[in-house]
């Protein structure tokens, strides 16, 4: 079992940044791929970016290429989603989610490629 807690979000203007955190318990962090998601009102969730056990590998969605960078401390056993320049278009409730098997996956993008979620923490951006 995989516990995971985020932390961090707010209301931000246009070109502003957040930090999100995502806290981990109940297994070894270095252990699980870490991924973050997000949902906006009426819309599907949708991969955001995706970083390996180790942190050697990471991967992210277009929309947020450039602006956003996956991070993690093993020691910490915390994930971390730094946004800039955000635009109105990234509000959404994020979610930070674990893989715990034990390759990298393959569909990293898709929400099923991972077995626990977190409760999500809002992110609005005001025009």
């Known amino acids: 079992q995989v516990q995971l807690v985020e932390s961090g979000g707010g209301l931000v203007q246009t070109g502003g940044s957040l930090r999100l955190s995502c806290a981990a318990s109940?297994?070894?962090?270095?252990?699980?791929?870490m991924g973050w998601f997000r949902q906006a009102p009426g819309k599907e969730r949708e991969f955001v970016a995706v970083?390996?056990?180790?942190?050697?590998?990471?991967y992210y969605a277009d929309s947020v290429k450039g602006r956003f960078t996956i991070s993690r401390d093993n020691a910490k056993n915390t994930g971390y989603l730094q946004m800039n320049s955000l635009k109105p278009e990234d509000t959404a409730v994020y979610y930070c989610?674990?893989?715990?098997?034990?390759?990298?996956?393959?569909?990293?993008?898709?929400?099923?490629?991972?077995?626990?979620w977190g409760q999500g923490t809002q992110v609005t951006v005001s025009s």
């Open positions: 989610a674990a893989d715990s098997t034990q390759y990298f996956p393959d569909t990293y993008y898709r929400v099923e490629s991972y077995d626990y």
């Open positions: 970083i390996s056990r180790g942190g050697g590998r990471t």
């Open positions: 109940g297994r070894t962090f270095s252990g699980i791929t």
